[in-house]
C-alpha cells in the first residue's frame, strides 16, 4: 500500500470560455509538492512519481492518480447533489412557517397573508443540454441562493455548472504508462464518479497526458425559453515525471545492516 | 532470529491542524512479546539480538503524503542522537535494520522517528518516545513486567 497521488484541476470557466482555451486558466495542484512535483498553480503540472524496484528488478511500489476538477465559481462539489433544490425548498418552508404563524392572531386580514405570499419566489430553472433532451435545474447565484424566476442572468452573475472530466488520453495512455478508467464512488462527489489511474514507473521519463473537459456555458435557449447550459469540449496537457530507483536502506545507504544503537559517536 | 514489524499509521491532516503528533501517531507492533503502548507514541517494542526490525509509515488517508525521514536512536551519552539518517523523502527508502548483540537488556533504547508531511515550517514532526528493548531473564523482571 502506497499513498495516493491526488491531482485537482482547478479551472477559470469564464475565463477558458473567452480564450476557447484552457491554456493560462487551469490551475493543477497535487500532493506531492514535497517530494519533487513542479508546476504546482499553473497550468503546466509535471507531478512527481518514485517509482521503485527491488534488487530483482520488480516493482517495488505500485502508483495510484486521482482526479478531481472543479471551477473557480463552482459552489463546492461537496455540496448534496440536490443542493439547489433544498435551497429553493426551503424559501418555502420559511415563508409557509410565517403564514403558519399569523393563525389565531387578531387582526390578520387576507392582505397580510397576500403579501406573505408574494416573498415566494419562483426559483429560475436552467436547462443542461445532455443526449439531446434537458435536464432542469435550479439556478443559484454566487453565494448558492435561488436566482428568482425572470432575473437577468449571465456568466458570471450564477453559480457555475461544474466542468467534468471526460477521457484522458495521450501518450502516457498509449504508451502503457498509465491506464486510466473512471469509477463510481460512494461519495457524492461530481455525482458519485471519478477519474483514477495506476501507473507503471517501469519506463522512467517525462510522459504527457491530455485531460478532456467539458465547460459549461450558459445561454439563452430559444425552444425552452430557458438559460441553457451548453457544453463545450476542452483539453489540456499535463505530465507525470517518472523516476524508478533501487529500494535503499534508511540506516545504511544500501543493504540491511544492524541498527546504529549504542554507538560512541 | 525472526522479524518484527513496526507499523506507524499517521493522521497527517489531523497532525498538521494541531502541529503535533501526539494523539495523530499510532504506533504498533507485532512482536511475539507484545509491546507496551500500542497505539501511541510511546511505544515500547521487545525485539532480541539478530532479529530484523522494519519500520513502515501509513497514512489514515491514503491522499496525504507522509514519509519516515529519519529514524536515530539516542548515543549513550544522552542528549545528543546519534545514527545515518537518509535525509530527503524523494528517493524510495526502507527503514530496516537487525537488532545488534552489545544491546543491554532491560533497558530502553529510545529512537527519534521523524515524519516529513507536506511543505512549510510545521510540515516535519518527530516523536523521541518510542523504543527498543531487549527483554531482560525472567527473574530480574518485576511482576508487573511480563
Known amino acids: 500500500m502506497t499513498q495516493q497521488r491526488g491531482i485537482v484541476i482547478v479551472i477559470d470557466v469564464e475565463a477558458a470560455l473567452q480564450a476557447g482555451s484552457l491554456e493560462g486558466c487551469t490551475y493543477f495542484f497535487d500532493n506531492a509538492g514535497p517530494f519533487g512535483t513542479t508546476g504546482l498553480g499553473t497550468d503546466k503540472l509535471v507531478s512527481a512519481i518514485h517509482g521503485s524496484y527491488w534488487l530483482d528488478g520488480s516493482q517495488a511500489s505500485e502508483q495510484v492518480l486521482n482526479f478531481a476538477v472543479t471551477g473557480i465559481t463552482s459552489l463546492p462539489v461537496t455540496l448534496p447533489r440536490d443542493y439547489e433544490r433544498h435551497q429553493a425548498r426551503q424559501r418555502e418552508r420559511e415563508t409557509l412557517a410565517k403564514i403558519r404563524a399569523l393563525i389565531g392572531e387578531a387582526g390578520v386580514t387576507n392582505a397580510d397573508i397576500r403579501k406573505l405570499l408574494t416573498g415566494i419566489e419562483m426559483p429560475q430553472l436552467s436547462a443542461i443540454r445532455s443526449f439531446g433532451h434537458h435536464l432542469k435545474h435550479v439556478l443559484l447565484d454566487n453565494l448558492g441562493q435561488p436566482v428568482p424566476a425572470g432575473a437577468k442572468v449571465d456568466q458570471s452573475s450564477v453559480a457555475q455548472l461544474p466542468p467534468t472530466i471526460t477521457d484522458i488520453t495521450g501518450e502516457a495512455v498509449e504508451k502503457g504508462i498509465i491506464y486510466p478508467a473512471q469509477y463510481g464512488s460512494p461519495d457524492l462527489v461530481n455525482g458519485g464518479w471519478y477519474w483514477s489511474a495506476t501507473v507503471a514507473t517501469h519506463s522512467p521519463k517525462v510522459w504527457s497526458y491530455t485531460l478532456h473537459i467539458v465547460v459549461y456555458r450558459l445561454v439563452q435557449d430559444a425552444a425552452s425559453q430557458l438559460p441553457s447550459w451548453e457544453p463545450v469540449p476542452m483539453t489540456c496537457d499535463a505530465w507525470l515525471n517518472i523516476s524508478s530507483k533501487p529500494v535503499r536502506n534508511g540506516f545504511t545507504g544500501g543493504g540491511t545492516g544492524i541498527l546504529p544503537i549504542g554507538l560512541p559517536y | ?146
Open chain 2, 1 to 146: 532470529m525472526g522479524t518484527i514489524n513496526i507499523v506507524s499509521a499517521v493522521d497527517v491532516i489531523a497532525a498538521l491542524s494541531n502541529r503535533s503528533l501526539e494523539g495523530n501517531l499510532l504506533m504498533m507492533d507485532d512482536g511475539p512479546l507484545p509491546g507496551e503502548n500500542q497505539g501511541t507514541p510511546h511505544l515500547t517494542t521487545y525485539c532480541w539480538p539478530g532479529w530484523q526490525i522494519n519500520w513502515t509509515i501509513l497514512q489514515v488517508d491514503l491522499q496525504t503524503p507522509a514519509e519516515i525521514r529519519s529514524i536515530r536512536f539516542t548515543s549513550p551519552g544522552g542528549d545528543s542522537w546519534a545514527g545515518w539518517f537518509a535525509g530527503d523523502a524523494i528517493s524510495p527508502v526502507v527503514w530496516s535494520g537487525i537488532v545488534p548483540p552489545w544491546l543491554i537488556p532491560g533497558h530502553h533504547y529510545q529512537y527519534e522517528i521523524e515524519i516529513v508531511m507536506a511543505r512549510g515550517s510545521n510540515s516535519v514532526l518527530s516523536v523521541q518516545t518510542p523504543s527498543l528493548v531487549v527483554p531482560p531473564p525472567r527473574n530480574l523482571l518485576t511482576p508487573q513486567g511480563m
